[in-house]
């Protein structure tokens, strides 16, 4: 099976891995997903509905998804409307990439505990513009349960704590692979 090696090439190995994409699309309409930007009426269904469109190939790039957030979920049809904050200049991009790489991650994630592997890998980045924790994170060997109770705690929960976890911030390029695949 093939997996991704870093953040772009996640939607190219979803078109690949039947399994996996299904995995992730499942995820993308089961689990919490949090956000002042979703936040109110239909927004985060209507979000659901983009991502899953993404992973499906019927939006044809990360870059014409982040249009479709700002246009399907306008700034002005928010309770958030006047915080800067909130939709400070490209927030829909960091909403999409943050989700699908969360989604993406924890579908690896789960599918190597269901096979009983107790460990995975995280590679090296082609980025150029690695925040300092993802210097740290990268190129080593993790307890794959702890990676996705990481990632349930901080995503699922809300709860975000300093824990290691893919993604670690919106721009992170990093993934989780088994260790076969390195």
């Not at 209507?46 to 998804?65: A, D, H, Q």
Request: proline share 4%; glycine share 4%.
């Amino acid at each position: 099976m093939n997996y991704a090696n870093e953040f772009s090439e996640i939607l190219v190995i979803l078109q690949d891995n039947l399994e996996l994409k299904q995995r992730v699309l499942t995820l993308i309409k089961e689990k919490p997903i949090f956000g002042k930007s979703i936040k109110g009426d239909s927004r985060v269904e209507e979000f659901r509905k983009i991502l899953g469109e993404l992973v499906n190939g019927n939006i044809n790039s990360l870059e014409i998804s982040y249009t479709e957030v700002e246009s399907r979920l306008p700034r002005s049809q928010s309770i958030y409307v006047s915080d800067n904050r909130v939709f400070a200049s490209g927030w829909a991009e960091r909403l999409v990439r943050t989700h699908l790489s969360r989604f993406y991650n924890q579908s690896v994630l789960e599918e190597l505990d269901e096979g009983g592997e107790e460990e995975c890998f995280i590679p090296s980045s082609s980025s150029s513009n690695l925040s300092p924790r993802c210097t740290i994170i990268q190129n080593k060997n993790y307890k794959v349960k702890e990676l996705l109770q990481n990632l349930i705690i901080n995503y699922d929960l809300e709860q975000y704590d300093g824990s290691i976890k893919v993604p670690e911030h919106p721009y992170c390029s990093h993934v989780v692979k088994p260790l076969e695949d390195n």
